[in-house]
């Protein structure tokens, strides 16, 4: 193996076909990426042991790939998270069901899961195939309302290289019940506040809803914890700027994930804006279970 100087960043894009996976490889390659589309997984490793590479990678991987599974690609994205000298990261580009089969109806392609059936089997076959990759992604994307300008924008907010310019922030919730997420730099638990789950009004909604985080918000312990935090990440964030830190996570946890950990997100989502750092925003559990009213889980 050639040893390496510096840490190679590494971008594997996948997705439901229709997702918008080549225009996000298009995207990554005007960003300054060597792009390598639907290259055999098992040939990853083997161009990473090869001669020290000039610029960053992104790497196209869906099931057109030879040899893809879901398996295969989760146990290659364990790998070279434990591979010295490789900053491997994986890009999700999600789509709802009728996103996707309005876009394979529009352009009349096949669907490569189903070349002889109607597209929606395709779909369906594939979305339940990725689903296993898809809760291992370090950045996801969800493009089924984004326009290719937007989809761009959203790559380059992610990936674009900073050159000086301040970090990418991503503020998270989650549920303690499904573990940390992973990649995440800083994590604070908020079990302890008020739980909107044990208020029959507010239990269906989730801590987006004015509500919901006025009744977090009126636990006396609130306003001192959320103070402490803010001051904290803000007193971190130059110096990780300093280090040459290009992107930092940070994550608020509770026990369902839907009530409490979204309203601590969402609001300090919104003051980290306020300082003027790029943020964006993932809520887990919401993902995992768009309509949430159903679900029951404690917040």
């Known amino acids: 193996m050639h040893e390496r100087t510096t840490d190679v960043r590494l971008v594997m894009v ?48 869906d099931v057109r790939n030879r040899d893809f599974s879901s398996e295969g690609l989760i146990e290659l994205i364990d790998r070279l998270h434990r591979t010295p000298g490789v900053n491997a990261e994986l890009l999700y580009l999600d789509c709802d069901s009728d996103t996707l089969l309005r876009r394979y109806s529009e352009s009349r392609r096949r669907h490569p899961l189903s070349p002889e059936n109607t597209p929606q ?97 009126a636990d006396p312990r609130f306003a001192d914890f959320f103070e402490r935090v803010r001051d904290l990440i803000l007193s971190l964030l130059d110096a990780f700027v300093d280090e040459g830190k290009s992107s930092l996570t940070i994550a608020f946890g509770c026990t369902g994930g839907k009530h409490r950990s979204v309203a601590l997100a969402e609001k300090m989502a919104q003051t980290l804006a306020d300082q003027g750092w790029r943020v964006s925003k993932r809520h887990r559990e919401l993902e995992r279970h768009p309509v949430g009213a159903a679900l029951g889980e404690q917040g």
Not at 42 to 60: E, N, V
Not at 130 to 155: F, G, K, W
Request: proline content about 10%; charged content about 20%; hydrophobic content about 40%.
């Open 121 to 217: 089997t395709g779909i369906e076959t594939e979305l339940e195939l990725l689903t296993p990759v898809r809760s291992r992604a370090d950045v996801l994307i969800n493009t089924s309302t984004l326009t290719p300008h937007q989809l761009r924008a959203e790559i380059a907010r992610w990936f674009a290289p900073t050159s000086g310019a301040p970090m990418v922030l991503s503020v998270q919730s989650f549920s303690y019940k499904r573990g940390l997420p992973r990649g995440v730099d800083m994590v604070f638990d908020c079990r302890f506040l008020a739980n909107p789950h044990w208020e029959p009004t507010l239990r269906a909604l989730d801590g987006r809803q004015p509500e919901v985080t006025a009744h977090i918000e």
């Open 14 to 61: 996948t997705g439901p076909s229709g997702a918008g996976r080549s225009s996000a490889i298009n995207t990554l390659e005007d960003l300054g990426f060597e792009s390598i589309d639907n290259l055999p997984m098992s040939l990853i490793p083997r161009l990473l042991d090869g001669p020290p590479l000039a610029h960053p990678l992104a790497l196209g991987v």
